[in-house]
């Protein structure tokens, strides 16, 4: 199974800054990399998929890259909406498909 | 629009039983992977299962292999996990979600509460 570790587990910023989010995987998972926003008391919300595909209806201040082992997300100009926690999932080794433990980005 | 919505959930003993549903509206529910997510209370997230269009192929983590069981009816747009053997490690929030691509999931439900507790 592999294991994605996401750093930091906190981040915070204040809105405008830009914020960097980074997930590792514990081998290669190709391109095959997800990245999910969830407030609190809701159901997450696919940002990118396989690395660097924007899902419908985001931002373009949503980024993402990388490849391999070593993954980034970056919002380019936090809005106060944009403060949650952010999941990564890959989907390069299943079954199982697994999360990270998520990244808290929080207003400073 | 797309809609899931979860039912089904709530307070079962440990080694007991229960059968979630997920009903789908808005998208033509034969032509996607469906899956099932859970987040236990305070918790992060984990991949539980997920079914082929056609109900062919199904996927499970290892710790619910051999206890539950996804199935899916799409003559009724609808998603189905039945949970048996139950623990207090089950407990968590389930979601129902569909697939944009195989395990990559675009749409979510509300989620429905899992509660095992004596």
């Known amino acids: 199974e592999i294991v994605l570790t996401q750093s930091p587990a906190t981040l915070s910023l204040s809105p405008g800054e830009r914020a960097t989010l980074s997930c590792r995987a514990s081998?290669?998972?190709?391109?095959?990399l997800a990245w999910y926003q969830q407030k609190a008391g809701q159901a997450p919300r696919l940002l990118i998929y396989?690395?660097?595909n924007r899902a419908t209806g985001i931002p373009a201040r949503f980024s993402g890259s990388g490849s391999g082992t070593d993954f980034t997300l970056t919002i380019s100009s936090l809005e106060p909406e944009d403060f949650a926690v952010y999941y990564c999932?890959?989907?390069?080794?299943?079954?199982?498909?697994?999360f990270g433990q998520g990244t808290r980005l929080e207003i400073k | 629009e797309v809609q899931l919505v979860e039912s089904g959930g709530g307070l079962v003993q440990p080694g007991g039983s229960l059968r979630l549903s997920c009903a789908a509206s808005?998208?033509?529910?034969?032509?996607?992977?469906m899956s099932w997510v859970r987040q236990a209370p305070g918790k992060g997230l984990e991949w539980v299962a997920n079914?082929?269009?056609?109900?062919?192929?199904?996927y499970y983590v290892d710790s619910v292999k051999g206890r539950f069981t996804i199935s899916r009816d799409n003559a009724k747009n609808s998603l189905y996990l039945q949970m048996n053997s139950l623990r207090a490690e089950d407990t968590a929030v389930y979601y129902c979600?569909?697939?944009?691509?195989?395990?990559?999931?675009?749409?979510w439900g509300q989620g429905t509460l899992v509660t095992v507790s004596s």
């Open positions: 079914i082929k269009q056609d109900g062919s192929e199904k």
């Open positions: 808005g998208f033509s529910f034969s032509s996607y992977w």
């Open positions: 081998q290669s998972v190709s391109t095959y």
């Open positions: 999932q890959q989907r390069g080794n299943w079954p199982p498909s697994t």
């Open positions: 979600a569909r697939e944009i691509i195989v395990v990559v999931e675009d749409y």
């Open positions: 396989d690395a660097s």
